[in-house]
């Protein structure tokens, strides 16, 4: 059985620690520290001191029951990568029966409670582990997708500064062909000039040995 100290009672009752240790006192129950362990014993001595102070008799109230709830708070990420809280509530309820008035019934029942709280409490865990474990799985998924798209985005890129750059390249080699054909004009057609004048030439010089014979 685990062990409940002052500070972790007080908490169940909602009230400081400093005003139990005081009623623990009040009760004869001597605890120093909210560290302190407490008995079942201690606390039955403390309900009996409660119950004469509030003037109620002890046959009207032969247990106590007291209900302490916690709520965990679990983010998950759904398909499409948003985030939602999803919420887990666990509710532990204990029964203090004075001993000298308690029947085997009572003890059979309070057994059963606490068996109860102790199934209930494991399938909350084990709830909150699968919503972890699916939280998990779901980042991973959004991760794998998103890393993907970032990929295919970078390839693409790189293809249009491929294509751009293989474009820039045919322009500039169409240009510098141009300005090459340009250049070459006036030499072309100081070649044409000389072969015309060597023609005309050997075409003289053919008339005039013609006219001599």
């Not at 009760?27 to 001595?45: F, I, N, P, Q, T």
């Not at 294509?163 to 340009?182: C, I, S, T």
């Amino acid at each position: 059985m685990a062990v409940t100290t002052v500070a972790q009672f007080a908490a169940e009752l909602s009230k400081p620690a400093g005003t139990l240790l005081d009623q623990l006192q009040a009760a004869g129950v001597k605890k120093s520290s909210a560290e302190d362990s407490l008995s079942e014993s201690d606390k039955e001595r403390l309900l009996d001191h409660l119950r004469s102070a509030h003037g109620t008799a002890a046959a009207d109230r032969k247990k106590i029951t007291l209900v302490k709830k916690s709520t965990t708070e679990i983010k998950q990420a759904d398909a499409s990568g948003k985030a939602r809280t999803i919420q887990v509530e666990v509710r532990k309820k204990r029964t203090f029966v004075r001993r000298d008035d308690a029947s085997g019934g009572d003890e059979a029942s309070s057994a059963s409670e606490e068996a109860e709280l102790v199934r209930r409490e494991e399938e909350a865990q084990a709830q909150a582990a699968e919503l972890r474990q699916q939280e998990v799985e779901l980042a991973a998924k959004v991760k794998a997708r998103e890393d993907a798209e970032r990929a295919a985005r970078e390839a693409a890129e790189a293809r249009r500064a491929e294509e751009q750059a293989a474009a820039e390249a045919a322009v500039a080699a169409q240009a510098a062909a141009a300005a090459a054909a340009e250049a070459a004009k006036p030499e072309q057609v100081a070649e044409a000039r000389q072969r015309s004048s060597a023609a005309a030439t050997a075409e003289a010089a053919a008339l005039l040995i013609a006219a001599a014979v």
